[in-house]
């Protein structure tokens, strides 16, 4: 398993404190409140349930989130599950779903071609054994190892670099043809570190020029502040499980 998938594989135990991470309000100095836990089932009226369960899936050797959710992949399986050791499948349900949600999904570096300048360069990484953008990510997470990558792949530093930023940017592996994921990174936010910097109203802004700038106005594009300040707040989270480190200029 590379370094990010691990870095997200949490053990099983911390299901109760990740759940609420994900459901703690976050309120706005302007009155606004939100989560991170929006798109996740797993809400406080479950936790005592999970309690529950975490001892069960403990003993049958499911310490890690990867492997209970291996465990429930199917329907069949969840069933089987529930039966042998009385969690409710409804709980099992809600798992399988924020599980496959929350970790990563190793895509093909040939899928990230079209929002790379130079897909040769993702070439080359893939004939040095980084197949996705996880692996890449983990190769480069330091700028010494991105200077050895460079160096083992022929690839100039500054390609490294860009191409790391861009594996890092879509780690999920998720929601890479969304439009507005697309401009942020076109526009030069492109970083989890930028994020987690910026404020609603500043990327606002940016985002509103990059638009005008580039006659997409046309399109209902620019986000609400609900939106961007969710993602200022994932990208904070992001960088807690694996921050990959920039020089400062």
């Known amino acids: 398993m590379n370094a ?31 989560s991170l836990g929006i798109i996740y089932w797993g809400r406080e009226e479950h936790l005592a349930e999970i309690d529950r369960a975490i001892p069960k899936l403990v003993e049958l050797g499911l310490t890690r989130f990867s492997a209970v959710l291996q465990a429930i992949r199917t329907p069949t ?5 529930s039966e042998r050791t009385g969690i409710p499948p409804a709980v099992l349900r809600i798992l399988k779903h924020d599980i496959e949600l929350w970790l990563p999904t190793a895509v093909p570096l040939s899928q990230l071609a079209p929002f790379q300048k130079g897909p040769d360069a993702l070439s080359a990484l893939a004939r ?14 330091t700028p010494v190892q991105r ?60 985002f509103t020029r990059y638009i005008e700038e580039h006659h997409l106005v046309e399109e209902r594009l620019v ?20 921050a990959v480190q920039w020089m400062i200029t």
């Not at 399986?77 to 599950?81: E, G, I």
């Not at 040095?128 to 997470?141: C, E, F, P, R, Y």
Request: hydrophobic residues 40%; glycine residues 6%.
């Open 4 to 34: 990010v998938l691990q870095a997200y594989d949490l053990p099983v135990e911390k299901l109760p404190e990740f759940y609420r991470r994900l459901n703690q309000p976050i309120i706005y100095p302007d009155g606004m409140v939100t």
């Open 77 to 81: 399986s969840a069933k089987k599950l």
């Open 128 to 141: 040095n054994g980084l197949s996705d953008q996880l692996t890449v990510i983990s190769a480069g997470q």
């Open 147 to 206: 200077q050895a990558l460079a160096q083992r792949t022929g690839l100039e530093a500054g390609t490294v670099d860009e191409v790391v930023r861009l594996c890092d940017f879509y780690r999920t592996g998720k929601n890479l043809e969304h439009i507005r994921a697309k401009i942020y990174y076109a526009m030069g936010l492109d970083t989890w570190q930028k994020w987690a910097e910026g404020t609603a109203e500043d990327i606002i802004a940016r």
């Open 223 to 242: 986000p609400w502040p609900k939106e961007v300040r969710n993602g200022i707040e994932w990208a904070k989270l992001h960088l807690e499980i694996y």
